[in-house]
């Protein structure tokens, strides 16, 4: 029903900055929690950042100071500044959505998967 639709990935060198972008749109009667994940090759899916309706944030602690995901509830939409690029931030970022629908069920939404590569 939910549909996550991304923008912003690309190709930066090591120290630059990067914006993310993800709207979530559908029939929606409240987003619990939206956040943005990454996938490595070869490594397992790590949560980057995630924000909560209320606005409470979490990140992992390799992007702590240097990432900030933000939430605009009018337009539903997530976004994640990065910056202080490395290397080692390269990998597939997905944008992820945990809201309720209008019979209360709780339901996920992923987006398709923007590729971030930092590389000199």
């Known amino acids: 029903q939910v549909q996550l639709v991304e923008s912003g990935g690309g190709l930066v060198q090591p120290g630059g900055s990067l914006r993310l972008s993800c709207a979530a749109s559908?029939?929606?009667?409240?987003?619990?929690?939206m956040g943005w994940y990454r996938q490595a090759p070869g490594k397992q899916r790590e949560l980057v950042a995630a924000?909560?309706?209320?606005?409470?944030?979490n990140y992992a602690d390799s992007v702590k100071g240097r990432f900030t995901i933000s939430r605009d509830n009018a337009m539903n939409t997530v976004s994640l500044q990065m910056n202080s690029l490395k290397p080692e931030d390269t990998a597939v970022y997905y944008c992820?959505?945990?809201?309720?629908?209008?019979?209360?069920?709780?339901?996920?939404?992923w987006g398709q998967g923007t590729q971030v590569t930092v590389s000199s």
């Open positions: 992820n959505a945990w809201y309720s629908d209008y019979d209360d069920d709780l339901l996920s939404s």
């Open positions: 559908g029939s929606i009667f409240s987003i619990n929690a």
């Open positions: 924000i909560t309706s209320g606005g409470r944030t």
